[in-house]
């Protein structure tokens, strides 16, 4: 039998148009319904990422009060910021302070003799650095002694055949992170190489040895004084209130509790006074309190937003009703509505400052209420937002704690507190001087488990304390000790017929060793061995056995993550510490959750879009149910086609017998 290649040929009927409208008849509808659940499906996908992203707002928002710092109530003014200026915590007093700086601290700045060019070779050999105070003048030149200070390490930089140039030198000082600042300037004749001191003060002021004559150039100490000194270590020098004070740098920050005073520039005039003021500004922690109301106004707004429904419109807001929606919001309110736990202070609740909720879920504040509140107690409206260890001891500082601490009033009980790891010599008869020669220069130790190697003292004659402090420096010098940040103090003790030498450990606890391993010679008391280990505070905390580390004691159980430091050597009962986590920090734990991979707002996410993905499934789906259709249909239209093509031609054929056949009176027999 013969096929139609094309549809319609037979019949004469546009078979591709109505196959093509059937096709769009059956494709429409579905097509319709799934893009109106696409359109629904996104739109909740937008309002779950704005109802996210507004959380994700207010939680940086609380990131900024959740620190009793946030809430610091302590300004200051300066007449004269230019000449000084001055910051303060919660711990400064109201006062005002009548400032005159006679002097800014300098740093010790040391320069060579000229050299032609950069890469003119200087020499080879060790220059060692060291710090303290030095009584050189100029004119007359006079460079008498040297008093170490025991808490700058001793530095020694290596120069050799790949660094013995004036430039190689500079950057040989200057990488090897000594206390020195290296630089070379041209005087407009010669090149001169700088160092300066990178510590301000006049017990930071240099004295520079070398082990080799071709770096003499470099000296600069009692017995050699080869570098010119273009400034003089020096301190800064100021009165406060007509009472002198100096200072190592131009940040002043011991002279007066809770303030720091920064330096600028000194007074030539005689009279020449710069008053600073130090008050408590309520502003601060009202402001915060007041962000923190809009901040969360604006979160509920958008949420009511999402659930809103408009009766005259009748229209809803896109998740009404949403039950994750709902959940989120019920229990923002509760908590905003709940009591803080732990607080010993006199505020305990929002409403007692002055915030109340409204119908609509956000918050109203009192202003009159709130200022009295912030007038009355700065710090107790903090302790309302912020994470807080309220202590009843200045023997003990709060340090942190986790979510699992509760909230709570626990009390502090020390058996035992932390002590440094020590090795300490016996007397040794101390005649006033001690001699460092050849003979017994080298010393070996390990301090907290990092070995010093072998540490080479200047010769010399020192007193008891010089020794002590040339000894420290060496030690602390070692660059293994600094790259992990070991360090050691070694003390004289000065006793009659007791002398003795203390080395010991900067760290607390039983991390906190001294050893010495290798001593030179002998008469100083001390001897090859292990040290005493230093011990970890012990104790207990709200009645429960905590964990020392140092000076940390970590509490278990209800205190579990609360970490406080013990100062000082003290024992026994030390008061309590007023465990409270603020509203801040409250919420923002609460949005942590809700934020969370696994919450419930992110796995209703997840849902929409996987329904969103199973809408296009289903249009992959309904393309090939409209595809196999289309075939069945072609199938039988091109069937029928055939057909009527059959019977065309049989009528064609019929007719042209009938007509074929012979007339009788005109008419076919």
Not at 149 to 162: E, G, L, Q, R, Y
Request: charged fraction near 15%; proline fraction near 1%; hydrophobic fraction near 40%.
């Amino acid at each position: 039998m013969a096929s139609i290649s094309s549809p319609g040929i037979g019949s004469g009927l546009d078979i591709n148009g109505l196959i093509a409208s059937v096709i769009e008849a059956e494709r429409t509808p579905a097509t319709n319904r799934l893009a109106l659940k696409e359109v629904t499906y996104q739109a909740q996908l937008t309002a779950y990422g704005s109802l996210k992203g507004a959380l994700s707002s207010f939680n940086s928002a609380l990131n900024s009060i959740s620190s009793i710092n946030a809430f610091s109530a302590v300004s200051t003014s300066s007449s004269d910021a230019d000449v000084v200026s001055a910051d303060a915590t919660d711990q400064a007093a109201n006062s005002s302070y009548r400032i005159k700086v006679s002097a800014l601290a300098q740093p010790h700045t040391l320069v060579t003799t000229g050299f032609s060019n950069v890469t003119e070779v200087v020499g080879t050999g060790t220059v060692t650095f060291k710090f303290g105070t030095t009584d050189y003048v100029e004119s007359p030149e006079a460079y008498n002694s040297f008093s170490q200070n025991a808490d700058k390490p001793t530095a020694s930089v290596t120069i050799d055949a790949t660094n013995n140039t004036l430039e190689g030198i500079r950057d040989a000082v200057n990488n090897a992170n000594v206390g020195v600042s290296a630089s070379i300037i041209y005087d407009g004749t010669n090149y001169r190489l700088t160092y300066a001191s990178t510590d301000t003060g006049a017990a930071n002021s240099m004295e520079v040895t070398v082990d080799d004559p071709t770096l003499s150039a470099l000296e600069f100490n009692s017995t050699t004084t080869n570098l010119e000194q273009t400034l003089a270590g020096q301190d800064a020098a100021m009165t406060i209130n007509g009472l002198a004070v100096t200072s190592a740098t131009n940040v002043v920050k011991e002279a007066v509790s809770g303030v720091t005073f920064n330096l600028k520039q000194a007074q030539l005039a005689e009279d020449g006074v710069v008053n600073i003021d130090v008050s408590r500004n309520n502003n601060t922690v009202s402001n915060a309190v007041q962000n923190f109301v809009a901040e969360y106004n604006a979160l509920l707004g958008i949420m009511n937003e999402l659930n809103s429904y408009n009766a005259d419109t009748q229209q809803g807001g896109i998740l009404l009703g949403d039950s994750v929606l709902r959940s989120v919001e019920g229990r923002l309110r509760r908590e905003v509505n709940n009591t803080i736990e732990g607080l010993s202070s006199r505020f305990q609740s929002l409403a007692e400052i002055g915030i109340t909720t409204e119908r609509d879920g956000t918050l109203v504040v009192d202003n009159s209420t709130l200022e009295a509140a912030v007038s009355s107690s700065p710090e107790a409206v903090g302790y309302l937002f912020a994470v807080a260890g309220q202590l009843s001891s200045s023997q003990v500082n709060f340090v942190t704690s986790t979510n699992n601490t509760q909230p709570g009033e626990y009390a502090i009980d020390i058996t035992q507190a932390a002590t440094q790891g020590s090795a300490t010599g016996t007397a040794f008869g101390y005649s006033g001087s001690i001699v460092i020669d050849g003979s017994n220069d080298t010393f070996s130790f390990t301090i907290d488990d990092q070995q010093t190697g072998t540490i080479t003292l200047t010769p010399g004659t020192y007193s008891g304390a010089a020794f002590a402090s040339e000894l420290q420096a060496r030690i602390n010098g070692v660059t293994a000790l600094k790259d992990a940040g070991v360090s050691a103090n070694v003390a004289f003790d000065a006793t009659v017929s007791n002398e003795r030498f203390i080395i010991s450990s900067t760290r607390y606890g039983s991390e906190s060793k001294v050893n010495i391993n290798a001593i030179e010679g002998s008469g100083l008391g001390l001897s090859v061995g292990a040290g005493v280990v230093g011990l970890d505070v012990a104790g207990t905390i709200g009645g429960q056995l905590a964990s020392g580390s140092g000076r940390l004691l970590t509490g278990t159980v209800n205190a579990g993550g609360l970490t406080v430091e013990i100062l000082g050597d003290a024992e026994g009962d030390l008061g309590t510490i007023a465990f409270a986590r603020g509203l801040a920090d409250k919420l923002s734990s609460l949005i942590d959750g809700m934020l969370n991979s696994d919450g419930a707002l992110n796995i209703r996410i997840d849902g929409v879009e996987s329904r969103i993905e199973g809408i296009n499934e289903d249009r992959v789906v309904l393309g090939g149910r409209m595809a196999a259709l289309e075939s069945r249909l072609l199938s039988q239209f091109l069937a029928m086609d055939l057909l009527v093509s059959q019977l065309r031609g049989t009528s064609s054929f019929l007719s042209q017998q009938l007509e074929s056949l012979p007339t009788i009176g005109g008419r076919r027999s």
